[in-house]
């Protein structure tokens, strides 16, 4: 099994450090595991500690006064998560949920932050992550707002072929497993509504199914729906 050491070099955000200060963070971190399905933290719980994801996926998401879940990131091994609570010295406003068997790398708040007085350039790496998932989010709100289901499942589709597809004779192999559910989480709607929509695209020859796995077949007609002018009849 990979040494601490080596999963904290393979980070992006720690990617300059110099060995001795990857040494140092070895030190001052532990790792702890979690069942699948079980939470890592909810709202309200104090952000103490600044996680990073060594194997297995977490689930990011909010859930209402009435108990709708609207699912935030989908995090994927070397990812780091509740990062920015710390930073702004607030509670934890968000649920992390366990989706398989994971192994995460803990580090107390104090710790992070004399790290990144030491290291402007982990700093700024930081900044960079935490804008380019709040841009992710923000999108995905703007098509809560804007968009209807089919339209936001096929942009939901679209994203993650190309952060987890595959290429193969010209289709594309979704190398992540989610549930209907999951993926209805992702868009704010429902199981059944995501169910019936991926029906659809399947009779339509757009996708296709690999046990759990989602192939996109013909990714030109899954953007049309994203542009109501060209959209396929």
């Known amino acids: ?66 108990g709708k879940e609207l699912t935030l990131a989908i995090l994927e091994p070397g990812e780091i998560f509740g990062e920015m609570e710390v930073l702004e010295g607030m509670p934890r406003d968000t649920v992390a949920e366990a989706l398989d068997d994971v192994s995460i790398c803990v580090m107390q708040r104090s710790d992070f932050e004399a790290m990144l007085k030491k290291d402007p350039n982990t700093s700024i790496r930081l900044t960079k992550l935490i804008g380019l998932r709040l841009k992710k ?52 709607s429902t199981r059944e509504t995501v169910t019936a929509t991926l029906g659809e695209f399947k009779k339509r020859g757009w996708i296709a199914f690999d046990g759990r796995r989602l192939v996109i077949l013909r990714a030109k007609e899954l953007e049309q729906l994203l542009h109501p002018l060209t959209r396929p009849a």
């Open 1 to 66: 099994m990979p040494s601490k050491y080596w999963f904290l070099k393979q980070i992006k955000l720690f990617s300059d450090l110099p060995d001795e200060e990857i040494r140092q963070m070895e030190q001052v971190t532990r790792m702890e595991s979690v069942k699948r399905r079980q939470f890592i933290y909810l709202p309200g719980d104090p952000a103490s500690t600044v996680l990073l994801l060594k194997s297995g996926r977490v689930k990011l998401s909010r859930v209402n006064e009435d």
């Open 137 to 188: 989010i923000e999108s995905r709100i703007e098509d809560l707002v804007f968009k209807d289901v089919p339209a936001r499942l096929a942009h939901l589709l679209i994203g993650l072929s190309k952060e987890f597809g595959v290429q193969e004779n010209g289709q594309t192999r979704l190398n992540v497993k989610l549930s209907h559910q999951e993926l209805a989480n992702l868009i704010g």
